[in-house]
């Protein structure tokens, strides 16, 4: 059973940092893509980012560049994404998904069950 486990969200103050882990199991990886959704109250899931589990090459969007950075252990089967800089905009609940090619909208084989993420101002 493939089992996409997010954790590390809560509450923080604008300009404060998160880090997100997302905990793959049940089958490889290796050769998947990985991506980070988020969606907030009233709002349509949006991509935040992603990363080639293979290579490590990511993309983001134009929204978190050079505040979310996301990464992977291979080691321990985790994808991550840091989060600096927070804005309450921020605010939603953040998805893991895993796919085949390269994710580019919500179409995914694999969804995590998410975790809130709260900015206050």
């Known amino acids: 059973q493939v089992q996409l486990v997010e954790s590390g969200g809560g509450l923080v103050q604008a300009g404060g940092s998160l880090r997100l882990s997302c905990a793959a199991s049940?089958?490889?990886?290796?050769?998947?893509?990985m991506g980070w959704f988020r969606q907030a109250p009233g709002k349509e899931r949006e991509l935040v980012g992603g990363?080639?589990?293979?290579?490590?090459?990511?993309y983001y969007t134009d929204s978190v560049k050079g505040r979310f950075t996301i990464s992977r252990d291979n080691a321990k089967n985790t994808v991550y994404l840091q989060m600096n800089s927070l804005k309450p905009e921020d605010t939603a609940v953040y998805y893991c998904?895993?796919?085949?090619?390269?994710?580019?909208?919500?179409?995914?084989?694999?969804w995590g069950q998410g975790t809130q993420v709260t900015v206050s101002s």
């Open positions: 998904a895993g796919h085949r090619t390269v994710i580019t909208g919500g179409n995914v084989d694999y």
């Open positions: 049940g089958r490889s990886f290796s050769r998947y893509y």
């Open positions: 990363i080639s589990w293979s290579t490590g090459s990511t």
